[in-house]
């Protein structure tokens, strides 16, 4: 499976856009980009995913890089229940569906 | 519509004695997974099972064993509890491969003693 990196943690303020990178450099042709989230004494929750074009849903937008080695998940406003662990995964859509977690993103938002 | 399912959310056990994890989903989902979260880590993947009659190993397998009689039903069981085996585990669920998201459960949190 390719590997995803992210930043250990990140900082927001409350109601500023927040961008969170993952860089994804052995991507290949068929890996769709997946983003998850924990918030704490939760399980995972489904964010949003992508393979090429950009993609903007309820809870976000995913911003993918031309060359799809980087993509960026892009929280519009933070509010406070987005202090989380956020996940950026990658699927190989020619082998079995697995969702394998990394270490993901700690983000706290500040008042 | 009650998505994923998970049975019990909070359990005691003691070295060796025996349980199954249940899970069960609504949504006529093809894909379903098991995994285990350690206190402060991230998730690691059981076992999967990719349809009725069909599974296979995750990354840290031993020590479970799973079946899959049913599309709804995807059942862990645990042997021969021991310490290490003392986590929050997480069922979730898919339609089919990556073009669709995943769906999770709200965890079973188990303490071995």
């Known amino acids: 499976d390719a590997k995803t990196t992210q930043p250990n943690s990140m900082e927001s303020n409350e109601e500023e856009p927040v961008h969170l990178p993952c860089n994804h450099s052995?991507?290949?042709?068929?890996?769709?980009i997946h983003w998850y989230r924990q918030l704490p004494s939760q399980g995972p929750e489904y964010v949003i995913h992508?393979?090429?074009s950009n993609v903007n849903n309820r809870m976000a937008s995913l911003a993918i890089a031309e060359d799809r080695k980087s993509s960026t998940l892009i929280l519009h406003r933070a509010t406070l229940r987005d202090a989380a662990v956020y996940y950026c995964i990658l699927i190989n859509g020619g082998a079995t569906n697995k969702l394998i977690f990394g270490t993901g993103t700690l983000l706290a938002v500040q008042p | 519509n009650a998505g994923v399912t998970q049975t019990p959310k909070f359990r005691i056990l003691k070295i060796g004695q025996s349980m199954t994890l249940q899970c069960t989903q609504d949504?006529?989902?093809?894909?379903m997974y098991w995994y285990r979260q350690d206190p402060g880590m991230g998730l690691k993947l059981i076992y999967y099972?990719?349809?009725?009659?069909?599974?296979d190993k995750g990354e840290v397998p031993n020590g479970y064993n799973v079946s899959r009689s049913t599309t709804e039903d995807f059942p862990l069981r645990l042997e021969l509890a021991a310490p290490s085996q003392t986590s929050v585990y997480f069922c979730?669920?898919?339609?089919?491969?990556?073009?669709?998201?995943?769906?999770f459960g709200s965890g079973t949190r188990l303490t071995v003693v």
């Open positions: 992508g393979l090429t």
């Open positions: 979730a669920s898919s339609y089919s491969d990556r073009v669709d998201g995943y769906t």
């Open positions: 949504m006529n989902h093809n894909y």
């Open positions: 099972s990719v349809g009725a009659g069909i599974t």
């Open positions: 052995t991507i290949s042709g068929t890996d769709y």
